[in-house]
């Protein structure tokens, strides 16, 4: 798995879990979903991504996205 499709999925399993808390605990958990959303965005215009970063330290092959 390379580093681009490692990002995207952590970002697609951190959406629906906040989705599932927001339905079985509170709402204030789309906030959550919210941030990550914010996060893809500001990362497809500047590139900074910090789980880009933390998925290159242990040891992920990047791919082209993330370089």
């Known amino acids: 798995?390379?580093?681009?499709?490692?990002?995207m999925a952590f970002a697609g399993i951190m959406v629906l879990l906040s989705l599932v808390l927001a339905q079985l605990h509170s709402g204030y958990w789309l906030w959550?979903?919210?941030?990550?959303?914010?996060?893809?965005?500001?990362?497809?215009?500047?590139?900074?991504?910090?789980?880009?970063?933390?998925?290159?330290?242990?040891g992920i092959r990047t791919g082209t996205a993330f370089s």
Do not use: E, H, S, Y
Not at 32 to 58: D, E, R, S
């Open 32 to 58: 959550f979903t919210a941030f990550v959303g914010a996060n893809l965005l500001q990362a497809a215009f500047t590139g900074f991504c910090p789980a880009a970063i933390l998925f290159k330290k242990l």
């Open 1 to 7: 798995m390379t580093l681009d499709r490692a990002v």
